[in-house]
């Protein structure tokens, strides 16, 4: 599997202040009466409507945008589901919905002569700003609006992070912490008149798939989660108590996508609650490139599915068991993955695996025409699945086809797939895109996207227009929230991006997470940009003692194990009750140290480090 273990070696983000990176800024601490509407004055917080017909993900983005006000200031806004008629008559209230959904936004429009033009009918787009007598009795109103469901939901998480409500602090079952540092309360905040808006991200579908989530996230998930038991067959602990938090941290930072954990766990027999969440938070799921048609493989298979995974003898058995995935998902929103690999992502072969004894039967490769032949077959045996559960128009159901290690060679020695079908690009395992849309593949229906890295690469997938769906492999999550977030927010607005302010992302980051003033902020990119630049060199498990050169390393790394040993013991004292996945990322600051084992002793820090090191594992693990 592709992982995040190579880092560019800097990160960036046009600051609008250090809560809220790559953000427009349209709220302040401060009132200006000309220019100013207050959400919380004087102790007193402005009531938050939405419409009773709206999106159930809206009402509940809504109430955490009131949690998040809470949390900043201590003054928790009222929140109701309203109609015209009921509508309160007096104050200055916070007026959310979705255009074409919202019978609240709908009036305030006809009311108002609001402009809508610039989001209507835009992919996740939104605006804010005030209004005057919106309805009979209120004088003014702030709107958040949303072209779709998820724009509003993200109009209203922009904005939270804008007032300090940190983008992860949902998955910290309520603790105000992330990355160890409480929220920065104020007293009192204001947002701006003419608001803020964002039009359709630059990315359709940006996305973070779980994997390698053994043993840290799931240990930490069967300790939060669960009460010691769990209702799934595979003994996962992934169930949706585990999934909303989830869901909601993808929304804090702007991911409306997700491959779901899959080592031993399967999404929709986990829980049964899991599909239903998910598409009603509005998270669109899909599965890993080696999991077709939205089950789970090889773990569902082996559950359920009947016979070898073995397309040129059971294809029968095998389409049952796609079509069974495509009903079970018809009703959510979803991605479908096509085509097909081997028994636990290897290349196709001759037989894959005997569901009777569950053992893996060691096989030789299919030749590479025979697979490209098989390959058709089952993309167009896929196609008839989806007509059959959908109808006819299945180009307007979202599918991909990842390029990945010998499927991409298909590819080029000339294998066809629908126009419709997204190409899903993907990099070597070394951090580099193998390959991008050629200017005759750039007007493709399905357009392309592109199965993982950071800003270098993917600000060529830009350039090249593969921009329909990027996926992240962030491996156990906690490691890389920086990276994740970074991934994200370049794929909702790449156009803030360029070499000229890379570093500020990270100064931005850790002035936000750590509470620092900017000069130690500024040591922070330091660290980070050589730790990155020493990972990107080699991936970790293909380090050993004769990687570096001890004698050279040993003055190019005084400075760094000086930095880094200072920051890990301040840091390492910080631990609070998020699951030692906290560790995460001191693992992620130790992976270097491990790997620079040989450079810190000829710097002089080796017992420091090394007394460490056990400390760490067990917390992780």
Not at 325 to 338: D, I
């Amino acid at each position: 599997m592709l992982h995040v273990s190579i880092v560019a070696t800097v990160l960036c983000a046009l600051l609008a202040g250090v809560k809220a990176i790559g953000q427009d800024q349209c709220i302040t601490f401060e009132p200006n009466d000309v220019f100013t509407l207050p959400v919380v004055a004087e102790g007193e917080a402005s009531p938050i409507f939405t419409a009773v017909d709206d999106w159930p993900g809206v009402h509940l983005a809504a109430a955490n945008f009131a949690a998040d006000i809470q949390r900043v200031t201590g003054v928790q806004p009222p929140v109701a589901n309203v109609t015209s008629d009921t509508f309160p008559k007096s104050g200055t209230p916070i007026i959310v919905g979705t255009l074409g959904k919202s019978s609240l936004i709908a009036q305030v429009v006809n009311a108002t002569q609001l402009d809508v033009s610039a989001i209507e009918g835009k992919w996740e787009a939104f605006l804010t700003r005030e209004v005057q007598n919106p309805f009979p009795g209120v004088s003014s109103a702030y709107v958040i609006i949303g072209a779709d469901k998820r724009g509003t939901i993200f109009a209203l998480y922009d904005l939270s992070e804008q007032f300090g409500s940190r983008s992860s602090l949902v998955f910290l079952l309520g603790i105000d912490r992330w990355a160890d540092v409480p929220v920065v309360k104020h007293q009192e905040l204001y947002v701006t008149s003419n608001g803020c808006s964002h039009g359709t991200p630059t990315v359709k579908y940006r996305g973070i798939f779980l994997n390698d989530e053994q043993p840290a996230l799931q240990n930490w998930a069967a300790e939060k989660f669960t009460n010691g038991t769990t209702n799934s067959p595979l003994g996962s602990p992934f169930n949706h108590f585990f999934y909303v938090k989830l869901f909601e941290l993808m929304h804090r930072i702007k991911a409306n996508y997700l491959w779901p954990a899959m080592w031993s766990s399967a999404f929709a027999v986990d829980d049964t609650q899991n599909q239903y969440l998910a598409d009603l938070y509005g998270i669109v799921m899909g599965t890993s490139h080696q999991e077709p048609m939205m089950r789970s493989t090889p773990n569902e298979f082996i559950l359920y599915g009947q016979g070898a995974w073995d397309y040129t003898s059971n294809a029968d058995n095998i389409k049952a068991f796609w079509l069974a995935g495509t009903q079970r998902a018809k009703n959510f929103e979803s991605v479908y993955t096509v085509g097909m690999r081997g028994f636990g992502d290897c290349t196709l072969s001759l037989v894959f695996v005997s569901c009777d004894t569950l053992t893996l039967v060691e096989t030789v490769p299919l030749s590479q025409s025979t697979n490209i032949q098989l390959l058709e077959q089952v993309i167009t045996d896929q196609t008839a699945i989806l007509k059959d559960v959908y109808g006819d128009d299945v180009q307007d159901i979202p599918q991909i086809w990842t390029l990945y290690k010998e499927v991409e060679g298909y590819y080029d020695a000339g294998m066809t797939v629908p126009d419709y079908i997204t190409l899903l690009w993907s990099d070597d395992n070394w951090g580099n895109i193998r390959r991008l849309p050629l200017a005759s593949e750039r007007n493709r229906t399905g357009g392309a996207g592109v199965y993982y890295h950071i800003f270098e690469q993917m600000s060529l997938a830009v350039d090249r227009e593969a921009t329909r769906l990027w996926i992240l492999n962030v491996g156990d999550l906690k490691p890389y929230e920086r990276e994740t977030e970074f991934f994200i927010n370049f794929g909702w607005n790449a156009t803030r991006w360029n070499v000229d302010n890379l570093e500020s992302f990270v100064s931005g980051w850790a002035q936000r997470e750590f509470a620092v003033s900017s000069a130690d902020a500024k040591t922070v990119v330091d660290i980070v940009r050589n730790l990155t630049r020493f990972n990107s060199r080699r991936k970790p498990e293909l380090l050993n003692t004769t990687t570096y050169i001890a004698m050279r390393a040993q003055f190019s790394t005084n400075a760094l194990a000086d930095q880094a040993v200072e920051y890990f013991e301040a840091d390492f004292d910080f631990e609070t009750e998020y699951h030692s996945i906290l560790d995460g990322k001191h693992m992620h600051l130790d992976s270097t140290v491990q790997k620079l084992l040989l450079m810190i002793s000829f710097a002089g820090k080796w017992d420091q480090c090394v007394l460490k090191l056990p400390l760490l594992s067990n917390n992780y693990n």
